[in-house]
């Protein structure tokens, strides 16, 4: 099983939008955790009035606290982590938009070659010309080992699961699984301000990324394992 990872605040549209790509699309290998806020009404009832699936708990929900908005994002991708079942943990946006028939079974068939558990599968995101890795999944081991998805002292989860696969030579680019990541046209105006205070020029931040992918590479590399 897939478990799609995603924390989601004040855009039900959008959700139901990703919920039904999601259900179009899946070749009923996976699921979706949500995290939502305690006080986002529209959010919560969407989720209370949503139809059942071909699964009956193909959508499962986690309901807390706000804290810091998106800066808490990568701490809400961690308590979704904490109660996915899957094998395969994929970070996900409310604004994806799954594209490609049985793309779960497709990721499963990929895992099969690659029995040490050490992978980041990358779906083609479409919007940003298949470039990018919004969406890369890695596997249940990875959590395991590390103790998270992404480093929560971090921002930008998706450079750390990248730059980390890079070095171990398993960024794995899937060009015909499409699930598209909508930001160009749904984008958060909170996160563009939040994205204002990190970049190249911050170089205390960057030294702590940096810091971060070599104790993941040294643990994932050192323990490299059959998990078959």
């Known amino acids: ?34 995290r939502i806020d305690e006080d986002d009404e529209p959010t919560l009832d969407l989720v209370c009035n949503l139809p059942p699936g071909r699964r009956a708990d193909d959508v499962r929900v986690i309901v807390g606290k706000r804290l810091d908005g998106y800066t808490s994002l990568l701490r809400f991708m961690h308590e979704c982590a904490q ?49 990018g890795h919004p969406f890369a999944t890695v596997s249940r081991w990875w959590f395991d080992t590390l103790g998270f998805v992404h480093d929560q002292r971090l921002f930008w989860g998706d450079v750390f699961v990248r730059e980390v696969a890079l070095r171990l030579d398993r960024l794995i680019p899937l060009r015909h699984v499409v699930i ?47 998990v078959a």
């Open 1 to 34: 099983m897939i478990s799609v990872l995603m924390p989601t605040r004040g855009r039900p549209d959008l959700l139901q939008r990703a919920i039904d790509s999601f259900r179009s699309t899946t070749d009923d290998c996976a699921e979706i955790i949500l």
């Open 83 to 131: 109660h996915a079942r899957g094998s395969l943990l994929m970070p996900g946006n409310d604004d994806m938009i799954f594209r490609t028939p049985q793309w779960d079974a497709l990721l499963l068939d990929e895992a099969a070659h690659f029995p040490d558990g050490i992978y980041a599968f990358s779906p083609n995101a479409v919007t940003d010309g298949g470039i």
């Open 180 to 226: 598209e990541h909508a930001w160009a046209r749904d984008r958060r105006p909170e996160a563009q301000e939040q994205e204002k205070d990190y970049g190249p020029d911050n170089h205390v931040y960057w030294d702590l990324h940096l810091q971060a992918v070599n104790e993941a590479v040294a643990k994932l590399g050192g323990l490299r394992t059959n």
